[in-house]
């Protein structure tokens, strides 16, 4: 109001002005890719496409191979040669049941004594030596997957044969003779040198792959226990194993396979002869021993081609061991992501 008068004054609008947003600029890198880039790209793929491809023809081309040299025994002998007992290249019979049972029999006892053995040696490693120990005794026991199968198989045949004949196999007839696994007279060669001789060879493998897995345990989960109150065998327990029960089954069953398709070392020590014993005493042969012992000597035709019949039955069941493991693994791994 200005001398008596009212002035009215109109509402004045403030216009909000915002400056444009500045347009985000994309790495030349990424703006204009050069042309060796886009070229390393299509080599990446067709590179790594063909060796997948690859792969899959090299086992597809064995497999051929495999089949077409043991033709002449399919078709002699059929299905029956898995189930036959006899081997005599003599009369031409041939049959592979005594090797079959004999490579599972070693083959699993073998698992049985090394897979929990390495997974000690792992958590040891791990989890509970002192640092200055860790590295001698992880490097010992890798050292044992470079020491060449027939060595190994010439100390089972001058030391590990006479301590299971004059201490080893006598202690356990004599604690554990009510078992069938322990009756008998030991002897240099059998079934027990040959499982003892089969863990040491895949004792490496399996804890070397354990070792890794333990240690991609997250440290926070572990100290997340340890918080909480857990002992360390609690932690263990609770944390370590859960989180790669799935790797130390791969584990095991890659020892599994070492121990399978072993030849040099079984065939020295395991006496190579047939029969399927449950004495650990006795004498027996495997799939893979039988191959090597014979192969080069065969002298008639139906005797090679049931050798490589040998050999495509040791294939299938190395498949089949793979395969029930990986089964094993996913079920593992689905149980820890929260399935049923």
Partial sequence: MVNGSQTVCAPVTVARVSAPAAPVSRPAAFGRRRLGDRIGDALLHGITGLAAVTALVVVGLLVYELVEQA????????LGFITSRSWDPVKAEFGALDFI?????????????????????ALFLTELAPPYVRGAIGALVELLAAIPSVVIGLWGIFVLGPFVQEHLGPFLERTLGFLPFFKGDPQLTGYLPGVIVLSIMILPI???????????????????????????????????????RGGLVAAVVLGLGRAVGEAIAVTQV?????????????????????????????AT???????????????????????AAQ??????EFQRIGGD
């Fill in 71 to 78: 033709w002449p025994a399919i078709q002699e002998f059929g």
């Fill in 101 to 121: 049972y004999g490579t599972a029999y070693t083959s699993f006892i073998a698992v049985l004594v090394a897979g929990p053995l390495a997974l000690a040696v």
């Fill in 206 to 244: 399996t804890a070397s792959v354990a070792r890794e897995l333990f240690l991609s345990v997250p440290r926070d989960l572990e100290e997340a226990a340890f918080a909480l109150g857990a002992t360390r065998w609690e932690m263990i327990r609770g944390v370590v194993l859960p989180h790669t």
């Fill in 270 to 298: 395991i006496g190579s002869t047939l029969g399927i014993h449950l004495s650990l005493f006795e004498n027996g042969d495997t799939l893979a021993g039988r191959i090597a012992a014979q192969y080069q000597a065969a």
């Fill in 301 to 323: 035709g139906i005797h090679i081609s049931a050798l490589v019949y040998l050999a495509l039955v040791l294939l299938v069941f190395s498949l089949v061991t793979n395969v």
């Fill in 327 to 332: 089964l094993i693994v996913r079920r593992f």
